[in-house]
């Protein structure tokens, strides 16, 4: 650990540089809830509807 501001992902629980994420340390308000990339993307793909999951993996995928 160098002492660098660090964020723990409140789903995964895995660590990140605040500097990496986009968050600093100074600011005001640091967020009640933080959930790195992966994390957020699955919360919403979760949140989506099967229908809709399943759109957007076909169009994801038809983009390669």
């Known amino acids: 650990y160098t002492g660098a501001f660090m964020l ?13 994420v986009g ?6 308000e640091l967020p009640e809830e933080w959930l790195c990339d992966s994390c957020r993307i699955f919360r919403q793909m ?15 995928c038809d983009g390669f």
């Open 8 to 20: 723990d992902c409140d789903q995964c629980h895995q660590w990140f540089h605040g500097k990496c």
């Open 23 to 28: 968050v600093a340390e100074a600011e005001e």
């Open 46 to 60: 979760r949140s989506m509807s099967r229908q809709n999951r399943l759109q957007h993996l076909r169009y994801r």
